[in-house]
């Protein structure tokens, strides 16, 4: 069965510190992760795919199919990345979404 | 281009009414589907659907029913709404060949 785990309901940083959410899954085939983040009264948006390998406001994520990981990452926190976020994966062949349970981020000055 | 809207943005029932949760998108996004969002359980998804006229159930389907006449609409009713259902709600919608999903805004159901 499809699963995400996100094992850190908060992760409490300075400003300027390292941040690294934690998220593994588990999938049989051949999945496409994202993380998707909600600040404060917005709505659920986007933040990065594996498939583009690329950065979004200073975030990055590998996908380590041995370790079934998708860390999200970013080596200087700023206040402006408080916010909730989900890893998320879908199985290929549907258009599903299957999300984790969610890591508050709370950047502190 | 609203996106994808939801309504009503807040409402409280009581235990047994019944109502109906609005999404509406005009992206012509072929798949749209419901979620729930409670804490510590992250978003689960209750119904989707593929097309109009195509629905199928997701992870929490129980107490909920669904239909999709139109490619625009996507309506989720409670029949019965029980103090479980409290929850917020989003629908969220993609493209073919897009891998992003668009959620709307979100309702903040409370079942008293």
């Known amino acids: 069965a499809q699963r995400v785990t996100q094992p850190e309901k908060l992760l409490s940083v300075f400003k300027g510190a390292p941040v690294e959410l934690k998220c593994n899954y588990s999938?049989?085939?051949?999945?496409?992760l994202f993380w998707y983040v909600q600040y404060s009264r917005q709505r659920l948006q986007l933040l990065l795919r594996?498939?583009s390998r690329e950065s979004i406001k200073g975030f990055t994520a590998d996908l380590n199919k041995g370790e079934t990981s998708f860390h999200l990452k970013k080596p200087f926190a700023q206040e402006e990345d408080s916010a909730m976020y989900y890893c998320?994966?879908?199985?290929?062949?549907?258009?599903?979404?299957?999300f984790g349970t969610g890591t508050r981020l709370l950047v502190s000055p | 281009n609203a996106g994808v809207t939801q309504t009503p943005k807040f409402q409280v029932l009581k235990t047994g009414q019944s109502m109906t949760l609005q999404c509406a998108q005009d992206m012509n996004h072929e798949y749209m589907s419901w979620y729930r969002q409670d804490p510590g359980m992250g978003l689960r998804l209750i119904h989707y659907s593929v097309g109009a006229g195509i629905t199928d159930q997701g992870e929490v389907p129980n107490g909920y029913n669904v239909s999709r006449s139109t490619t625009e609409d996507f309506p989720l009713r409670l029949l019965s709404a029980a103090p479980s259902q409290t929850s917020v709600y989003f629908c969220a919608t993609k493209g073919a060949g897009v891998f992003e999903q668009y959620f709307g805004p979100g309702t903040r159901l409370t079942v008293t």
């Open positions: 998320a994966l879908r199985d290929g062949s549907f258009q599903k979404l299957v």
């Open positions: 999938y049989s085939g051949s999945p496409e």
């Open positions: 594996h498939i």
